[in-house]
């Protein structure tokens, strides 16, 4: 018997504004307790909320990135819950009127498009974070207050391969829209999953389980294979009971889930209208400026790359993890390289410096422009693809473009000049002529050899070579 998963994500992400969403404190990442804080964050009595109009304008960006309808009008409510990182004792969040819904992003899984339906997404305040210790808790109120995005997909995720592949091409989309450098290891972005299996054919889903903050993509993968893996053995035992409606998480050491509360009835939150946050229309216009806003996503950057430059699957994926990056490629091809030589010098060359020296295309000096230079040499044999990189190298050491060190590197191309030095070579070695007529083909790399210690490495290799070939067959 064939088993189904269904997943559903919801993420969390933080925003890069330069406060937080309804307060002037600072939202930055900052390792010292309590400092980026104003008394709003913290719900001191008397204060109240102002909304920060580029967080908006980064949520409808984002709602806009996944196909979503936005709303005609802005509203915020009040989700009503105690929790110790929650001062106010209730969150500031959208329910009714969320910047988005009913939207989708298309990705691509092991070589096959799927589309993810998007429920909703909207706009909201995070909460302090906590650090436990032993005996006592820690409260930490840098992050309250930080502008948050939530983003809830339908039940239609039918694998781990699919829900990662999900999650990277919505961290992507943040980071090329400028709405968040999506770094987990900060704790931009956090992740919930949920998880049911129903025997292959059966139309009712199986009981869901969800599995609370998971903080890498790689665990949201073990996380998925392991509760499908429980459930299943569940099922097949005849233990289909077991499965509840609960709230579990993932153990790293143990490579399982672990359950941590039960979940047999939806939380009453009593939600209502946020007073302080006036009801506000939402123009077309509003949304029409900000839909122009929006570059070329990454994964019609992707679909472009194979389809229209056939590249591969992997070098694709290569230049789109990184918008500069695949900025930098798309300039490229713009002044006429050709996108596999282009693609290939990113990935081999440039990517290795940039990594080695830890900064970003941004600030890496050969710029498209002189990249042409150099391939365009090779392109006219003017210079070698040896001599290329070593053009490249300089280039970039001396600050200074490639064509001035190209001619100090040209390849000696006159036919009638390497006619001359080949020409005395033969002569010279009249032994190793005989010999290579006698069958030692392999004598003809010796004569290569000779060539270009002579010419001190700049003949021409395919020149060298016909000529070559031309004396030494006669």
Avoid at 40 to 49: Q, R, V
Avoid at 140 to 166: F, K, M, Q, W
Avoid at 306 to 333: G, R
């Amino acid at each position: 018997m064939k088993y189904i998963p269904t997943i559903g994500l919801e993420l969390h992400c933080e925003m890069n504004t330069k406060s937080k969403v309804f307060s002037k404190g600072i939202n930055e990442y900052n390792e010292i307790p309590n400092v980026n804080i104003r008394p709003l964050d913290m719900a001191f009595p008397g204060t109240l909320p102002v909304l920060n109009k580029e967080a908006l304008r980064k949520a409808f960006r984002m709602a806009l990135a996944l196909n979503c309808e936005t709303p005609d009008i802005l509203l915020f409510e009040r989700k009503n819950y105690y929790y110790p990182d929650l001062p106010k004792g209730y969150q500031i969040t959208q329910m009714a009127k969320p910047v988005g819904i009913n939207g989708y992003l298309d990705i691509d899984v092991e070589g096959q498009e799927e589309r993810v339906l998007i429920h909703d997404i909207h706009l909201e305040e995070d909460t302090a974070s906590q650090d436990h210790y032993d005996s006592y808790s820690l409260l930490d109120y840098n992050r309250s207050g930080v502008p948050l995005v939530e983003i809830v997909t339908e039940p239609c995720l039918h694998s781990a391969a699919s829900a990662v592949s999900y999650l990277e091409t919505l961290r992507n989309t943040f980071k090329y829209c400028d709405i968040s450098l999506a770094d987990t290891k900060l704790g931009q972005i956090r992740c919930d999953v949920n998880v049911s299996v129903a025997k292959e054919g059966y139309k009712e889903l199986g009981t869901k389980v969800e599995m609370k903050n998971i903080n890498s993509f790689a665990n949201v993968a073990k996380a998925i294979d392991s509760e499908v893996a429980r459930q299943i053995s569940l099922i097949e035992q005849g233990k289909k009971e077991e499965i509840i409606q609960e709230t579990r998480r993932y153990d790293e050491e143990k490579e399982t889930t672990i359950s941590m509360r039960s979940k047999v009835d939806a939380i009453d939150y009593k939600y209502f209208a946020e007073a302080n946050i006036p009801t506000m229309p939402i123009s077309k216009d509003y949304i029409e400026e900000i839909r122009k806003e929006l570059p070329v996503l990454p994964y019609y950057r992707y679909k472009k790359y194979l389809n229209e430059y056939s590249l591969t699957s992997k070098e694709a994926n290569q230049l789109i993890k990184e918008k500069e990056l695949s900025d930098y490629f798309d300039k490229c091809v713009e002044l006429g390289i050709d996108a596999k030589i282009a693609a290939n010098w990113i990935i081999v060359n440039i990517v290795t410096i940039l990594n080695k020296e830890d900064i970003k295309i941004t600030e890496f000096f050969l710029k498209p422009e002189y990249l042409k230079q150099i391939i365009d040499k090779v392109k006219d044999n003017t210079i070698s693809s040896k001599q290329a990189k070593e053009i490249f190298n300089q280039a970039i050491e001396n600050k200074k473009e490639p064509k001035e060190f190209i001619s100090a590197n040209a390849q000696l191309s006159n036919e009638d000049e390497l006619r001359s030095i080949i020409e005395t070579i033969i002569n010279n070695n009249q032994a190793q002529v005989e010999d290579y007529r006698n069958g030692h083909d392999n004598l003809f790399k010796y004569f290569v050899g000779q060539v270009m210690k002579e010419t001190k490495g700049k003949a021409n290799p395919v020149l060298t070579n016909d000529i070559l070939k031309e004396y030494l067959d006669k």
